[in-house]
């Protein structure tokens, strides 16, 4: 069936590097991509979406990244912080359908 | 704060035995969805309501049921637990049955089965 997947189980980044987690996804009929951060004992949290009709899309030292050519999507965190610790999950979905198809998950990790 | 409150946060239970997860989701949000998390891996989704009626299945295991109240509180049933039942469970929120894909998680119910 279809899905989304992660390359990187696990990503350790240098406090103040960039980071960049990334997402393969096989659904090219989908119409939304969407990650989520989910810190230790907590949640997933919405961190921001991109429409299939866009490249790329800014939000507060996050950028996410669309290429449909290769169905590759990613999420670039700039300068890292240690509150950025946590598992980033992509999903994807139809705009028609009620269902997220969610990523496996990758493991961030700060050092200091 | 995402205003979805799960209920209770931790729940220790034994084989064979029967649960109730309880969520409230946030104020005016219609769709109800629940998932499972095991230990460090992905969310399965189990099942979503909308303003009352089921809406979208998943893989959710026929001991397992849910409902949705006409206060938009929901519930999650787990029966004949087994030790692999044992899980984070979440409850997420949002406002229509189709949308963007924001949802609004509540920080969860862990159960564990012994």
């Known amino acids: 069936g279809e899905s989304v997947g992660l390359h990187l189980p696990t990503l350790s980044v240098q406090e103040g590097d960039n980071s960049i987690i990334n997402c393969a996804y096989s659904n090219s009929a989908s119409d939304y991509f969407i990650w989520y951060k989910q810190e230790s004992g907590k949640g997933p949290q919405f961190i921001i979406d991109i429409r299939s009709n866009m490249d790329k899309r800014q939000g507060q030292r996050v950028t996410v990244l669309l290429n449909k050519t290769v169905k590759h999507l990613s999420l670039q965190i700039a300068a890292t912080q240690p509150g950025d610790s946590a598992v980033y999950f992509c999903?994807?979905?139809?705009?028609?359908?009620?269902?997220?198809?969610w990523g496996a998950g990758t493991k961030l990790i700060i050092k200091p | 704060d995402s205003g979805v409150t799960q209920t209770p946060k931790h729940l220790i239970t034994a084989t064979g035995q029967r649960v109730t997860l309880r969520c409230s989701p946030r104020s005016g949000d219609l769709s109800v969805y629940w998932y499972q998390q095991s230990l460090d891996q992905g969310l399965q989704f189990l099942i979503q309501y909308y303003n009352g009626e089921e809406r979208a299945k998943g893989n959710i295991l026929e001991r397992f049921s849910a409902q949705q109240f006409p206060d938009l509180h929901s519930e999650l049933n787990l029966s004949s637990l087994e030790l692999g039942d044992s899980a984070l469970y979440f409850c997420a929120s949002s406002p229509r049955s189709t949308n963007t894909g924001e949802l609004f998680f509540g920080e969860g119910s862990r159960l564990t089965v012994l």
């Open positions: 999903a994807e979905k139809l705009f028609s359908n009620y269902q997220l198809i």
